[in-house]
């Protein structure tokens, strides 16, 4: 059987040997209730101080800065309906961009319906928020803006620089969330440096177990829980932790991070190689979708003529996992809303496939990748033979 | 006094010297329809079925449930078996009823009587008045309406007595295996389940035919296909399902026909090998759930087309139907919600932009040669894989 190329590393990411170790030495020997009393509870709770002092070191932010929750999806919700509802009289308008992954535009979409007010602000043909617009939307109303640091399917770093600044010469109260899941142990992020007051991460997208997550929630913002119950996390999630999935996370984020510059460099070569190989063989039927100055860690192609999901199948024949912008339905719109927001045509759009790396991968499977797409794109060509 | 199941049947007992065999067929069914939950016997008396469990704690309320998907049965009561007496049957009338009422709010009824055995001292409607006024006694709430009551007390005075007053309608027809076999073409869409479970209900044994399009649809459109014939098998004890490999076939179609004749052309297909794959195991009909006029293949033209390629029969039980009729019964049987999970059974790729609705069969005999579909026809169905799914 053929060794897998795992080429899908946005959606997930294989975890490290160490760390499913170490999860499976906790669940057998570290079973206690962190909120225990007794000796078995402490031992436990250990691993999460740990854990904590792992992440937070990661973010150059306090230990006290970060809320464990079951991953990015909660952290975006907690951040959004639990700092609105902690701060009512902060405004009423909210900012955003079109290309947030679902579990912000989602919530958004949801609290309109309550009465707030969103703003879903352009990207230009890169993917790049348009900063003119920015500015005309912040008003002295604006409580709360979301912005995508890395976006999943595109890669596009948003100047976050930039967006803080516009904010603090308009309005300094409105309070800014990042949903920084692609951008965490990926490229180096100092929140509290770049003026960022909610920032969501996730552990399965740095080889870490999947179910778990943080917010970093700067010190003195008040953000209410959304889960309620026993009083965990400091009042911020109620739940009996996961104790193993959120030290696994600290262990995949100790391992990450420590090497986030060799990673990242490795997966530039990686992605230009591949960038260079597709141009060579394909020319103008490989558009590279994703920018120039994208994540190292992602690169969206759109290939000529072809339905992506076809591809994904031939190529999973191949052992090669991929995602793709849309799905081969004929009875709904299934495009991706971030490549749309691109202004990209619906036929690049049916042909758009996203590669995603992780540090496991190598320039040598990239020339299988490559030679495997020779062979396939002419055959599941749309436009080959055909009387039209 | 023990808790029992009778089960009534309609259609069969119409049936004339064949009688004694559908009985047999579907008291087969029954015992493999409840056969999980724990052993029964199963007796026969005056066009009746009567299921005694021979267990402790037996599941009432899940035997009823499997015994109304059962073809073939009309309804089903939970009844109580007593000792034919009188002071029995009083006792006994007001344990099931104070049961009764715990679980719904009746306020009027009637007592139905019927005397199997004439020896028994009193006649139907004294054992009407004497019991109907014992329960009026025990249940002051309650009061008599013989004309519109909420709920009946049925007493059959027989060998034994039995006493119930629950009648939960069953799904009828005919019981599966006494009509043969046919071939349905199962798609994941809402249609073809629903015709293949109509056909199944008269009686009919159904051998599944999937035309399966890997890598130009998912694994997962596979796995809902199985997942609607796991459904269907509820009804049918078993089925067959054949998944047929089709992409080369398509490929070739897409690749040498006319753009516009497609999914005629692969229709036409998809019947033959059908047809092949009944010949072999011994069906004598095709099922399509083609409603005339519902898409373009559909059209009266195109039924005409498809259906010229083959010779057995093809039943269509959903021609005259509106969706939403089709829907309603897709809800009733539990195909719904599966076949409207967003896995595509067939890519955009080979469907037409402006697909044909009046192909004329020469020009389609004459576009179909184009293609060279035999052999990839025979290979498909020698690369055909069976799968066995069985009601578990």
Known sequence: MKKDIYLDNSATTKPY??????????????????????????????????????????????????????????????????????????????????????????????????????????????????????????NDDTALISIIYINNEIGTIQPITDIVKIKNSINREA???????????????????????????????????????????????????????????????????????????????????????????????????????????????????????????????????????????????????????????????????VLQALGMMPERIDGAIRFSFSVFNSIEEIDVVINTLKEILPKINIKRGGKR | MKKVILVRYGEILLKGLNRPSFERKLIENIRRSIKPLGSVKISKSQARIYVEPQVEDYDFD??????????????????????????????????????????????TFKVEAKRGDKSFPMNSPQICKELGGHILETFPELSVDVKKPEFIIYVEVREFTYIYSEIIPAVCGMPIGTNGKAALLLSGGIDSPVAGWMIAKRGVEIEAVHFYSYPYTSERAKEKVIDLAKILAKYCNKINLHIVPFTDVQLEINEKCPQDDLTIIMRRVMMTITERIAEKVGALALVTGESVGQVASQTIHSL????????????RPLIGMDKNEVIEIARKIGTFETSILPYEDCCTVFVAKHPNTRPKIEKILLSEQEANLEELIDKALENTEVIVIENK
């Open chain 2, 62 to 107: 899940e035997a009823i449930d499997l015994l109304t998907k059962v073809f073939g049965i009309v309804s089903v009561s939970p009844v109580w078996k007593i000792e034919t007496d009188y002071e029995v049957i009083k006792e006994k009338s007001v344990i099931m009823l104070k049961d009764l009422l715990n679980r719904k709010d009746y306020k």
């Open chain 2, 304 to 315: 005409y087309v498809t259906n010229s390629v083959v010779k057995m029969p093809v039943f």
């Open chain 1, 175 to 337: 309070v800014i969330h990042m949903d920084a899941v692609q951008a965490y142990g990926k490229i180096k992020i100092a929140p509290r440096k770049l003026g960022v007051d909610l920032m969501s991460i996730s552990s399965h997208k740095i080889h870490g177990p999947k179910g778990v997550g943080a917010l970093y929630i700067r010190k003195d913002l008040k953000v209410n829980s959304v889960l309620i119950g026993g009083g965990q996390e400091f009042n911020m999630r109620s739940g009996t932790e996961n104790v193993s999935g959120i030290s696994g996370f600290g262990l995949a984020a100790d391992m990450t991070c420590n090497k986030l510059e060799e990673n990242c460099l490795r997966c530039v070569k990686i992605k230009e190689y591949f960038k260079n190989r597709l141009k060579e063989e394909f020319h103008e039927d490989a558009l590279i979708v994703s920018p120039k100055d994208s994540s190292p860690y992602i690169l969206n192609v759109s290939f000529s003529n072809i339905r992506s999901e076809v591809l994904l199948h031939y190529l999973e024949i191949e052992r090669i996992f991929v995602s793709t912008g849309s799905a081969c339905s004929s009875k709904k719109n299934t495009h991706s809303h």
């Open chain 1, 17 to 138: 040997d160490k760390v499913i170790e170490s999860i499976s030495y906790i669940n057998k020997n570290v079973y206690g209730n962190p909120s225990s009393l007794h000796a078995k509870g402490l031992e436990a709770e250990k691993y999460i101080k740990e854990a904590r002092s792992s992440i937070s070191k990661s973010l150059a932010v306090d230990s006290k800065e970060i809320y464990f929750t079951s991953g990015g999806t909660e952290a975006n919700n907690l951040a959004i309906t639990g700092f609105l509802e902690a701060n009512p009289r902060n405004g009423k308008k909210i900012i955003t961009t079109k290309i947030e992954h679902p579990s912000v535009l989602e919530v958004y979409k949801h609290l309109i319906k309550k009465g707030y007010i969103v703003d879903f602000i352009d990207v230009d043909d890169k993917g790049i928020i348009n900063l003119e617009s920015l500015k005309k939307a912040i």
